[in-house]
């Protein structure tokens, strides 16, 4: 993992409205993916193999490309909307993605995401209507979307050479200024995603492995270096950083499979060499000889340093918050 804590790179999500092979809202965003600056990462995510959202679904193990979709989506900074506009509002893939990504209640993945909408038409219009449909979604699923430069690409059929490539020089100018402020505003949104959040991200699927018996993610991250310190939950600590990292893969392996937790970040920051976190980690695993479900919250603070160019865990606390 490469880190810099002064310009990092941001992954933005592009999602397409349309799953026709020759889609021109496809090489449109393709052409903005092409166009966009080393600092920001154009990740296309797939929306077509979706089942259509169902709560039933939902209560138990949902199913495997909801959580694909939805785990790739927390990997990203923010996301960009390319549509067509379908009977004057977006099309039902689309509005099923969204669907899929907001639920379960209080665990969208959209929540707080920056984002942008393009909207495309062989027609003069360049959909409008599926702009601005989209748009009004944002507002429930909190999502701060950039304002100006909108962008209503009509006649798209018209702008396109039969390789998808943009012919027009001014809409390849338009693209290029739109996804140049696209970044601006994400940065401007989101002045913390930083080196750290996307450290963060990656944190919370080390614990869900760790819940799940497997301490092999953990390992990649905990110091080597002294000073390290390690307060269980059982009430005792540790120090050294040898004796930590046993500590953790030894208790690593009273989890069975089918774990999962939370971390609620109540504070996170970083400067310079030293990053924090501190907050609830919820977790429900399968504990002992015979896996009995536990449930517990945590009360979690943990420490990093910068070093070899990746934050490594140095100090962790946790403390049972239910007693
Ligand atoms: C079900 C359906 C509804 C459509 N409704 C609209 C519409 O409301 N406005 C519009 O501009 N085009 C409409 N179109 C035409 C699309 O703009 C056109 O098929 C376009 O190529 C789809 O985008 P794509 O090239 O990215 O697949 C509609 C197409 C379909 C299949």
């Known amino acids: 993992m490469t880190m810099t804590t002064e310009h990092p790179v941001l992954q933005l999500a592009v999602l397409v409205g349309s799953l026709r092979a020759q889609s021109y809202s496809r090489k ?117 979307v950039m304002q100006q430069p909108e962008a209503y690409i009509g006649n798209a059929a018209e702008l396109l050479d039969d390789n998808g490539a943009v012919k027009n020089v001014d809409t390849a100018a338009f693209l290029e200024d739109f996804i140049e402020a696209l970044e601006k505003w994400i940065r401007t949104v989101r002045p913390g995603s930083s080196a750290f959040d996307a450290f963060m991200k990656q944190r919370e699927k080390i614990a869900e492995d760790y819940v799940n018996g497997n301490a092999t993610s953990l390992k990649a991250i905990v110091t080597h270096s002294e000073p390290a310190t390690f307060f269980s939950p059982r009430g005792d600590h540790l120090e050294g950083a040898d004796v930590v990292a046993g500590r953790y893969e030894r208790d690593a392996a009273s989890f069975h499979q089918g774990g999962s937790t939370d971390l609620e970040v109540l504070q996170a920051s970083a400067s310079g060499e030293l990053a924090f976190w501190t907050g609830l980690q919820h977790a429900k695993a399968r504990i002992g000889k015979n896996g009995q479900p536990a449930e517990m919250t945590l009360r979690v603070t943990e420490v990093f340093r910068l070093e070899d160019g990746g934050f490594k865990l140095v100090h962790r606390h946790a403390d049972p918050a239910n007693g």
Do not use: H
């Open 28 to 144: 449109i965003a393709k052409a903005l993916a092409a166009r966009a600056p080393d600092s920001l990462r154009c990740r296309f995510i797939e929306i077509g193999e979706l089942p259509l959202y169902n709560e039933d679904l939902d209560g138990g193990t949902p199913p495997a490309a909801w959580s694909a979709f939805r785990a790739a989506i927390r990997e990203c900074d923010a996301v960009l909307f390319v549509t067509p506009e379908y009977n004057r509002s977006i099309p039902g893939c689309l509005k099923n993605a969204l669907d899929v990504g907001s639920r379960p209640p209080g665990k969208s993945v959209f929540k707080g995401l920056p984002a942008g909408v393009v909207s495309v038409s062989p027609s003069k219009i360049g959909a409008f209507g599926s702009n601005q449909a989209l748009r009004q979604t944002f507002v429930f699923l909190d999502m701060p």
